[in-house]
């Protein structure tokens, strides 16, 4: 079996918004047709002559042969095609439309073969962690693994909801009861409401949250929720229940700079870090992390990094050009 | 005005509460969506005159802390007053409103004081308290109060300006699945409590269900059909202390309870435990315990909710 290797989906689709989008119309719809079950799929019967998908993943920058366990628990949820996943010694025969919980801690492989042949499709993925949920999306088909970048998004009424919705469904056993699929549906509409951000940029903030006194913490959190769109001093002060002014000044004490300059940088980082990996046209990653104007934008960039950010985007896109035969195979299977 | 009876029943109250949301609200919601909970715009009847209101509705915390208000008409019909403006409902609607709003359950037009049965939610800035109640022509009955302590809960609707189905389902659902703060400290009670006169025993019940509510010790004697000063008499006999020490000691105790399980501010667990008036508790705490209920919490250390941990504050 050859090893696939792991392709950065490039364009539109990559977007972290896309992926919410795509949750909010494949899987939300389906969570409200059949509850939870859609999480809990019967398992098939041992395939005779069954493999895995060797597949490089960058992610944890190895190569993935064999089953591992899951370092957060995850939903998985197969947006076209079909699929199978062996997840504690069972096996998973899964069709669009479908997906999987897989525990933590659980030994799970996500591309199982059968007769040496690679089952096309399109897979979202939704990590949940303590801050909130990480969601990325990956297709496979006969030439590669292809795999959009990671984005957290980062509220943590998320957790709390998939803690209680755990209790619920595997505690009680009870995933078919309406509060789990009440809980399941609370979860999914909060997950495509705040703007996702790519998970490097958040791991290099979550670093230094904790030494921060509690309301700035929370103006901090404030500001990554929504920066995609503009957002007014007045309003973030308010929600924290503290002054412009102190807002200001706690700022300047504990990061140096004011309240606006963090934002903006914020905001360069994430477009930056955006170019880097979706290779996206400069003029829509703009648009993406809140700015109207191109020129000021293209301004602040330069200004931030030294060099434009159309330089940016140029160097990668030429890296990562996706497969128009494989992508094309991909629209085919989809039902 | 009708007279506020209170219901005393079996323990397993809680477990009809969350059945009752589970197969009959939430079915309704999933269904119908929110359409059938009025939003207080919905209701635009001119102020008459001949509504009147028959029980006054109370909210056990102060105002500050709720965060919204949930009524669910299960049986009966019903008056309601939002905001001096009055509406008609049928079994199997509801209302919903923010804090702000001032409701009043229990009217009535001319003389007919209509039946009804409701299931009120409020939830608060630490979590929701779920009340049951019931009205007769003869008499308000009003069941346990339970409390819900929970962070997560009021997060969940503080942030939506209009709290749409599935945040709604969400809190119920959560709500089904709630462990309540109600001690009703059995285990307090004295060992010969199956001798005693049936006088004494049904106060003990009584205390120990109601502690939480202000109380008089004439309301009490009434409650047990007997005079006050022979209540009191008994009661010394029996179980050694007068009946309001006997409150005292409950209240204090579940106040203890609450300063060492949960992250309550104290001037609300003064109020929860029946104490309006945070002097009174402090005093009755230290003659109590010998030290201040700040001091119990300093001692007992809570750790302040670090940055992305979430733990559970329900006790168990």
């Known amino acids: 079996m050859k090893v696939l ?24 719809p389906a969570i409200e047709r059949k509850g939870a079950r859609i999480f809990f799929s019967p398992p098939t019967a041992t395939p005779k002559h069954f493999g895995f998908v060797h597949f490089s993943d960058w992610g944890t920058m190895g190569l993935r042969e064999k089953p591992y366990p899951a370092s957060a628990p995850f939903f998985l949820f197969l947006l076209s095609g079909e699929g199978l996943v062996y997840v504690r010694e069972n096996w998973y025969h899964l069709v669009a439309g479908h997906g999987i919980f897989v525990p933590h801690n659980c030994l799970h492989f996500p591309h199982g073969t059968v007769n040496n042949s690679v089952p096309h499709g399109r897979w979202l993925w939704v990590n949940v962690h ?13 030439d590669s693994h292809f795999r959009s970048p990671v984005y957290a998004v980062v ?12 209790k619920e469904a595997i505690t009680r056993g009870c995933p078919d009861s309406l509060v789990s699929k009440s809980l399941l549906l609370a979860f999914f509409h909060l997950l495509v409401k705040p703007a996702p951000i790519p998970v490097s940029v958040w791991a290099e903030i979550s670093l230094m949250l904790p030494e921060l006194p509690a309301t700035l913490r929370e103006a901090i959190l404030r500001l990554i929720q929504n920066y995609d769109a503009p957002c007014r001093l007045e309003d973030v002060s308010k929600q924290c229940g503290i002054s412009v002014f102190y807002l200001c000044k706690l700022f300047r004490r504990h990061l140096g700079t004011n309240p606006r300059a963090y934002a903006q940088r914020l905001r360069l980082k994430i477009a930056k870090q955006m170019l880097a990996e979706t290779g996206v046209s400069p003029h ?31 160097e990668h896109v030429k890296v990562w050009s996706p497969n128009p035969k494989t992508a094309a195979l991909i629209d085919k299977l989809v039902p | 005005m009708l007279p506020n009876v209170l219901l005393i029943s079996g323990q397993d109250e809680w477990t009809k509460i969350t059945e009752v949301i589970e197969h009959i609200v939430l079915p309704q919601l999933e269904v119908n969506g929110t359409s059938f909970l009025l939003r207080p715009e919905a209701i635009s009847s001119p102020p008459s005159q001949e509504v009147v209101l028959v029980v006054k509705h109370q909210t056990p915390v102060s105002r500050k802390y709720v965060v919204t208000q949930m009524a669910f008409l299960l049986k009966g019909q019903a008056v309601v007053l939002v905001e001096g403006k009055h509406k008609v409902l049928k079994a199997l609607a509801g209302i919903l409103a923010p804090k702000e709003f001032q409701i009043d359950l229990h009217g009535k037009v001319g003389n007919q004081t209509p039946y009804s049965e409701w299931l009120t939610f409020i939830v608060t800035t630490f979590g929701a308290i779920v009340t049951q109640c019931r009205l007769t022509p003869q008499a308000h009955y009003e069941g346990n109060c339970y409390l819900i302590v929970h962070e997560g809960l009021p997060e969940l609707l503080m942030k939506e300006e209009q709290p749409n189905k599935v945040t709604i389902m969400a809190v119920l659902g959560l709500l089904a699945r709630a462990r309540p703060f ?14 005693m006169p049936p006088a004494v025993r049904q106060a003990l019940q009584f205390l120990h ?32 202390i007068s009946p309001l020490a006997y409150l ?8 203890w309870k609450l300063l060492t399980e949960t992250k309550l501010p104290p001037t609300l667990i003064a109020s929860l435990v029946g104490y309006p008036k945070w002097s009174q508790f402090s005093q009755q705490f230290m003659r109590t315990f010998g030290m201040k209920p700040t001091q119990v919490r300093k001692s007992v250390a809570l750790e302040p909710l670090k940055f992305g941990d979430f733990r559970d504050t329900v006790p168990n």
């Open chain 1, 5 to 28: 290797p792991t392709v950065p989906m490039v364009g539109q689709e990559a977007i972290g918004r896309t992926i919410q989008n795509l949750i909010a119309q494949k899987v939300i």
């Open chain 1, 130 to 142: 303590p801050f909130g949920a990480v969601i990325h999306q990956c297709c496979l088909d006969d």
């Open chain 1, 155 to 166: 509220d943590k009424r998320l957790f709390w909801l998939f803690q209680e919705w755990e």
């Open chain 1, 284 to 314: 829509k990653i703009c648009q993406l992390v809140g700015y109207s104007n191109y020129n000021y934008f293209r301004k602040q960039f330069q200004r931030t990094f030294g060099f434009a950010p159309s330089r940016q985007a140029v």
């Open chain 2, 182 to 195: 109600l001690p009703t400290f059995w285990e307090l009670l004295p060992t010969s409590f199956v001798e």
């Open chain 2, 209 to 240: 269900h109601s502690y939480n509510r202000p109380l008089r010790l004439s309301e009490l004697a009434k409650w047990c059909h007997v005079n006050h000063a022979h209540l009191c008499r008994l009661f010394r006999q029996w179980v050694g």
């Open chain 2, 248 to 255: 005292a000691k409950l209240r204090m105790s579940a106040a």
